[in-house]
């Protein structure tokens, strides 16, 4: 019996190492497993972090390309002063972007530039054309620089 014991023993102590070590295997791979789904996680969070301030991001700069637009649209002369004069006016008085800039264009016509009828303009080149026409003439006869630049500022204004 002391023959068949041991060698029992020396049966089950040879059969335990091989599932010992597959336990031990499986430990280790569900430790890896559990540690890179962390990280995995860690990972999601920080891209739905990234992807969150892209949306805010693209959300501001649609914003401010409406706002551009309708200040563009009103004839702001400086878009960047009128802009920034425009998004204070909506945190403070709760406005949206139409009634921010007209109410700027209302408080501070200054901004914006005065708008030219048709008819104004075309006054205005008619009036100028005869001394347009003198200019040019005069600038022909004379090959004078002076009356040149006299003749070009002439045009440029009209």
């Known amino acids: ?17 091989p599932i010992a070590h597959e336990q031990l295997e499986c430990e280790r791979r ?13 990972d ?10 892209m ?14 637009g309708l200040l563009r649209e009103a004839g702001a002369v ?6 920034a004069l425009v998004r204070g ?3 403070s008085e709760q406005l949206d972007a139409p009634q921010a800039v007209g109410r700027l264009k209302q408080d ?15 006054s205005a080149l008619a009036s100028g054309s005869g001394a347009l026409d003198r200019a040019a003439h005069a600038a022909c006869r004379s090959g ?4 040149l630049l006299q003749y070009l500022r002439l045009r440029r204004g009209a």
């Open 89 to 91: 006016l909506m945190e």
């Open 44 to 53: 999601l969070a920080s891209l739905r972090d990234e992807v969150a301030a």
């Open 108 to 122: 501070k016509a200054f901004l914006f530039a005065s708008p030219r009828s048709p008819l104004s303009a075309m």
């Open 1 to 17: 019996m002391i023959g068949s014991g041991g060698s029992s023993g020396q049966g089950v102590g040879e059969a335990d190492p």
């Open 30 to 42: 569900a430790l890896d497993a559990e540690r890179r789904a962390e990280e995995l996680e860690q």
């Open 55 to 68: 949306e805010a991001a693209r959300q501001q700069h649609e914003q401010q390309s409406e706002l551009e």
């Open 144 to 147: 004078d620089r002076r009356d």
């Open 78 to 83: 400086d878009i960047e002063a009128a802009s």
